[in-house]
C-alpha cells in the first residue's frame, strides 16, 4: 500500500510560479513506481499534466505543460515534485499525484485508470 499526500497548492497571480509536492507513505519501495501528476477543473475531467519515471531519470509532460510544468523526484525523501511557471488561470484546478508499478504499456501512465494509488489533491488556483 502507498498513502500520498499533496501539498504546496494555493492562491497566485497569473505570471507566479508554485511548487507542488507528492509525500509517499506506506510499507513499500518508493523508487519502484512511476508517479503522475493530473489536475481536474470543475466540470472537466481529469487530465495527464506530467509522469516521472521510478528513477527520475525522465520526465514526460502533456503539450499543454510542456516548457512550463517540471517534474522532479528525490527518492530518498520518498516525494515527486511539480513545479509549475507562468502560470494562467487555465492552470485552475485540484492537482492530484498518483503512483503506479513500473513494468505496464507507456501508454498506460497517461490515464488515470493506470495508477493504484492517489493522494487527496491540493487546489491551485489562478488569479487574472
Known amino acids: 500500500q502507498v498513502q500520498l499526500a499533496e501539498s504546496g497548492g494555493g492562491l497566485v497571480q497569473a505570471g507566479g510560479s508554485l511548487r507542488l509536492s507528492c509525500i509517499a507513505s506506506?510499507?513499500?519501495?518508493?523508487?519502484?513506481?512511476?508517479v503522475g501528476w493530473f489536475r481536474q477543473a470543475p466540470g472537466k475531467e481529469r487530465e495527464f499534466v506530467a509522469r516521472i519515471t521510478s528513477n527520475g531519470v525522465s520526465g514526460y509532460y502533456a503539450d499543454s505543460t510542456k516548457g512550463r510544468f517540471n517534474i522532479s523526484r528525490d527518492n530518498a525523501k520518498n516525494t515527486v515534485y511539480l513545479q509549475i511557471n507562468s502560470l494562467t488561470p487555465d492552470d485552475t484546478a485540484m492537482y492530484y499525484c498518483a503512483a503506479a508499478p513500473v513494468g505496464k504499456s507507456r501508454g498506460t501512465y497517461l490515464n488515470p485508470a493506470g495508477y493504484n494509488y492517489w493522494g487527496q489533491g491540493t487546489q491551485v488556483t489562478v488569479s487574472s
Open positions: 506506506g510499507r513499500t519501495i518508493f523508487s519502484s513506481y512511476i
